[in-house]
């Protein structure tokens, strides 16, 4: 069984960085892409980041290319995700997902409780 469990969040003001990290345990955290959502008040829930099992390609939403960066620590079983610049239209909760994309993993979409980053003007 996956569990993801992410860390880091705060309070900040605006152009301030934050670092989440989302731990990762269960088994074969290398066979499966590491994403970032978020979750604003009243909005519905939006793709942040991904990266792909080795670390191979990333992508990102729009809004945020240029600020931030996904990372993963494949020995660690981390995830991270570095946010600089922050605005305050980056508040939100942040959850990782971890997605099954190998064919040992395939199927498997797991979530972390989310954590909260508030970006103060």
């Known amino acids: 069984q996956v569990q993801l469990v992410e860390s880091g969040g705060g309070l900040v003001q605006a152009g301030g960085s934050l670092r989440l990290s989302c731990d990762f345990s269960?088994?074969?955290?290398?066979?499966?892409?590491m994403n970032w959502y978020r979750q604003a008040p009243g909005k519905e829930r939006e793709f942040v980041a991904q990266i792909r099992p080795t670390g191979e390609s990333t992508k990102f939403r729009d809004s945020v290319k240029g600020r931030f960066t996904i990372s993963r620590d494949n020995r660690d079983n981390t995830a991270y995700l570095q946010m600089n610049s922050l605005k305050p239209e980056d508040t939100a909760v942040y959850y990782c997902n971890a997605e099954g994309v190998t064919t040992y993993t395939v199927g498997g979409n797991y979530w972390g409780q989310g954590i909260q980053v508030t970006v103060s003007p």
């Open positions: 269960g088994d074969a955290f290398s066979m499966y892409a």
